[in-house]
Nanobody, 122 residues
Framework: QVQLVESGGGLVQAGGSLRLSCAAS????????MGWFRQAPGKEREFVTTISSYESTAYADSVKGRFTISRDNAKNTVYLQMNSLKPEDTAVYYC????????????????WGQGTQVTVSS
C-alpha cells in the first residue's frame, strides 16, 4: 500500500513557475514508477509526465520543455517543476504510482493522491 500526498499548488500568473511535491509512504517507493496527471474542469484526466525507477522520463507534448519531473528515493518524494506556465495548464494535478516497469496509461496507475489545484491567470 502506498499513500501519496501532493503539495505546492496555487495561483500563479502566466509565465510563472510552480514546484509540486508528492510525498509517498511505504518502503518500496523506489520500485514504483511515479506519474503526474491533471484534470481541468469539464475535461478528462490526462497524462502529464512520468519517471521510472531508473529515472527515465516521458512527457506529454503539451508540457515538453516547460515541465520537469524528478524523484528523490531517499525522501520518498517526486517533484514536478513547472515553468513558463500557461492558462491552459490550469487543472487539479494528481500524483500517482504504478507497479509496472513503464507506463503512461492512467489505468495502470494504482495509487493516487488527493490532488492539488494549479491555477494560471492570464
Amino acid at each position: 500500500q502506498v499513500q501519496l500526498v501532493e503539495s505546492g499548488g496555487g495561483l500563479v500568473q502566466a509565465g510563472g513557475s510552480l514546484r509540486l511535491s508528492c510525498a509517498a509512504s511505504g518502503r518500496t517507493f523506489s520500485s514504483y514508477i511515479m506519474g503526474w496527471f491533471r484534470q481541468a474542469p469539464g475535461k478528462e484526466r490526462e497524462f502529464v509526465t512520468t519517471i521510472s525507477s531508473y529515472e527515465s522520463t516521458a512527457y506529454a507534448d503539451s508540457v515538453k520543455g516547460r515541465f520537469t519531473i524528478s524523484r528523490d528515493n531517499a525522501k520518498n518524494t517526486v517533484y514536478l517543476q513547472m515553468n513558463s506556465l500557461k492558462p491552459e495548464d490550469t487543472a487539479v494535478y494528481y500524483c500517482a504510482a504504478s507497479g509496472k516497469l513503464w507506463s503512461t496509461k492512467i489505468g495502470e496507475y494504482i495509487y493516487w493522491g488527493q490532488g492539488t489545484q494549479v491555477t494560471v491567470s492570464s
